[in-house]
């Protein structure tokens, strides 16, 4: 079992900063894939960026100017800095870990998401 617990989100004015933090805990290998989604009122789920454990990383394009992932592989801890926050980055931002792999033919490993943080850009 992988516990992920995400910290960070609060209400910010427009053009504010805010930096989101993402541990997991648990059953958690050395190779891994966490990931930033968000989700506003009525619309779906969108990814936003993902790092691996080795530092890769990949972001959505529409996000990539204002959004920064890293990570802290010590601690199991990815990060999202968002600069120049806008109204609508208003969402409930999502952490997600996922080190699924096979091993001897079956696959082991977890794919757990946070509970989510709200982020709110409001004058």
């Known amino acids: 079992q992988v516990q992920v617990v995400e910290s960070g989100g609060g209400l910010v004015q427009p053009g504010g900063s805010l930096k989101l933090s993402c541990t997991a805990s648990?059953?958690?290998?050395?190779?891994?894939?966490m990931g930033w989604y968000r989700q506003a009122p009525g619309k779906q789920r969108e990814l936003i960026a993902t790092?691996?454990?080795?530092?890769?990383?990949n972001y959505t394009d529409s996000v990539k100017d204002r959004f920064t992932i890293n990570r802290d592989s010590a601690k199991n801890t990815v990060y999202l800095q968002i600069n120049d926050l806008k109204p609508e980055d208003t969402a409930v931002y999502y952490c997600?870990?996922?080190?699924?792999?096979?091993?001897?033919?079956?696959?082991?490993?977890?794919?757990?998401w946070g509970q989510g943080t709200q982020v709110t850009v409001s004058p």
């Open positions: 997600n870990f996922n080190d699924k792999r096979k091993r001897f033919g079956k696959t082991v490993g977890s794919d757990s």
């Open positions: 648990g059953s958690v290998s050395s190779f891994w894939t």
């Open positions: 790092v691996t454990s080795g530092g890769g990383t």
